[in-house]
């Protein structure tokens, strides 16, 4: 790390932590670009670095609920960056890392929300980090040898790196001078190189490269259009730059190399040249992979953000309270949907506080398991800093999150579905923290109801001394009524589907017990009445005398 000098650690441009850091491993990362710049092989140079980087300390621990949020999945669809219309090629990895794991420490979660804030309220700064995304990108395809230029002479191709380099540093020091969030700290890292004397001489080099001397000719052409004179009128030489020398001088330079025993060509020259100036920027380097990455967490956000809008959704940065205070979700959609191109029904969620535990009632196929992942994915985005997907909320913080919405069946499994219930149950109560939010679906759905409604009353209870935000779907009508009835557990409320005026559902949710889970409905939807169910019996029947016959 570099942030045992205070002030060098103030001019890294971190914009995932509001005390920056160096993230990625400097050694490693340092020696992989000299190889990539010297011309050897740089493979994925970004993509590993950034992969084996160190992550923000996090309570969260994303075993707990990224397979059944489908993490990944939401990452590469929903928060993938979108500029003009060209989707580039990302280090999902690294952002499956960063979503997944929610900074700890509070000033860290302001700090990205204020970037959020800034970006989606200023087009013009918006439209400056996507130019330094492009630049940078740029930058890393040149230095990984992926770009498609076809260049073949090795000084060429390292000129064309450090001009990157140059045009990436001014974009970075032009475009955020104004900027009122961390995003500022983009300007402070590239001030600082800019003020180096590694970056005049590279500055200089560039230009000796492209205005050696300015000359001016006099042409005279026909009524041909052909060219009867050119003759030259000026040459001036860039005497000011370092690196431009006398003609005289350069004679002399050459006759002593000679003199000395060396054979250097201009090329050699040039390549010596190089190698010093890129040996004064080179510690400059490592920031810019870890920057690739945050820059990828923020623009993923504002393309979530952008499609959502285009679906007639809002997203929304939301209002952090105090666990004792109200939950508000309003315009609450599953961003999953979105992301298979299924436009969501939008639905609102208002507790009364949010160390409560919700009961959720109703119909299948009436979107309960759906609102939990909503709500699971709301609650990730909001501790992560970036947008919710709900057209207001107001959150409180939790210091975990625990998921279990998919029980999958394995051959190997030693236990039915009641002894996996209760491994499930004991799972989440090992290292459940006080005051986390907690997600589960169809609890004790593996037993007969007698039983169940026991074990579940239990897991209840145990689970209000920890003052969890729980939210919890069962079947079990009649024994959620009568808890409804009895309120006889402290902070228990209750959600119901909201059915419409047909009785199907209608996405919506509102308080209370549901009295029936439309079974019938249901069968009758998927052919499993008795009438469709004899008629599937008689087709077989004949079926199989027609075979005999």
């Known amino acids: 790390m570099r942030d045992n000098d205070e002030g060098q650690s103030l001019c890294l441009p971190d914009l995932l ?32 670095a950034l992969e084996k980087a160190t992550i923000p300390q996090s309570s969260w621990q994303p075993e707990s609920y990224a397979a059944d949020l489908f993490l990944k999945k939401f990452v590469t669809t929903s928060l993938q960056i979108s500029l003009g219309g060209a989707e580039p090629v990302m280090v999902s990895k690294h952002l499956v890392r960063i979503v997944g794991a929610p900074p700890s ?18 087009p013009p700064m918006r439209r400056s980090l996507e130019n330094v995304y492009r630049k940078l990108s740029g930058f890393r395809a040149q230095l990984e040898g992926t770009s498609s230029t076809g260049i073949w002479d090795a000084n060429r191709r390292q000129l064309d790196i450090l001009a990157l380099l140059k045009d990436l540093v001014h974009a970075m020091q032009e475009g955020f001078s104004e900027a009122r969030s961390g995003l500022g700290r983009l300007h402070v890292f590239a001030r600082k190189i800019r003020d180096g004397e590694a970056f005049c001489a590279l500055t200089d080099l560039l230009s000796y490269d492209d205005r050696l001397a300015t000359v001016s000719f006099k042409m005279n052409v026909g009524a041909d259009g052909r060219v009867r004179q050119l003759s030259l009128e000026t040459l001036e030489e860039n005497e000011t730059n370092q690196f431009v020398s006398s003609p005289l001088r350069r004679w002399l330079a050459k006759i002593e190399m000679f003199l000395r025993g060396y054979r250097m060509s201009d090329g050699e020259v040039m390549a010596r040249l190089l190698d010093a100036v890129f040996e004064g920027v080179r510690q400059e380097l490592p920031p810019f992979i870890q920057l690739l990455g945050d820059l990828e967490f923020y623009l993923g956000a504002l393309s979530f953000h952008d499609r959502a809008t285009q679906a007639g959704l809002n997203l929304c940065v939301p209002e952090l309270t105090s666990s004792d205070e109200v939950r508000v979700l309003r315009g609450l959609f599953n961003p999953l949907l979105l992301g298979h191109g299924v436009t969501p029904v939008p639905c609102d969620i208002v507790t009364d506080k949010h160390a409560a535990t919700v009961l959720i009632t109703g119909p299948n196929s009436g979107g309960k398991t759906r609102l939990l992942q909503s709500l699971g994915l709301a609650q990730l985005l909001a501790q992560s800093g970036l947008f919710v997907p709900a057209r207001e909320a107001t959150m409180a913080l939790a210091p975990g999150l625990v998921v279990s919405l998919i029980q999958e069946t394995h051959a190997d499994q030693t236990e039915g579905r ?39 009353e239990l897991v209840i209870q145990m689970l ?21 009835r009895e309120q006889k557990i402290k902070d228990l409320r209750f959600l119901q589907v909201a059915l419409g005026a ?11 017990v ?20 004899l008629s599937l019996v008689e087709k077989n029947i004949a079926r199989s005398q027609g075979l005999e016959g």
Do not use: W
């Open 514 to 533: 549901a009295t029936t889970s439309l079974a019938s409905q249901a069968a009758a939807r998927l052919g499993v009445t008795g009438e469709q169910l």
């Open 502 to 512: 047909d009785h199907e559902p209608t996405y919506q949710f509102a308080k209370g």
């Open 17 to 48: 932590q509001f005390s920056p850091q160096l993230r990625i491993d400097e050694e490693s990362t340092d020696l992989a670009i000299v190889m990539a710049f010297s011309g050897g092989t740089a493979g994925a140079l970004f993509a590993d």
């Open 105 to 122: 420490d509070v000033s860290s979660v302001s700090f990205r929300r204020e970037i959020v804030a800034e970006l989606i309220s200023s």
């Open 464 to 484: 209000t001394r920890l003052k969890p935000q729980a939210f919890i779907t069962t079947h079990f009508l009649g024994f959620a009524g009568r808890l409804e």
């Open 418 to 456: 009641l002894g996996m219930e209760l491994m499930r149950i004991r799972r989440l109560f090992e290292h459940l923290p006080p005051g986390a939010l907690v997600i589960l679906d169809e609890l004790c759905s593996g037993t007969n109801p007698s039983e169940g409604e026991e074990i579940f």
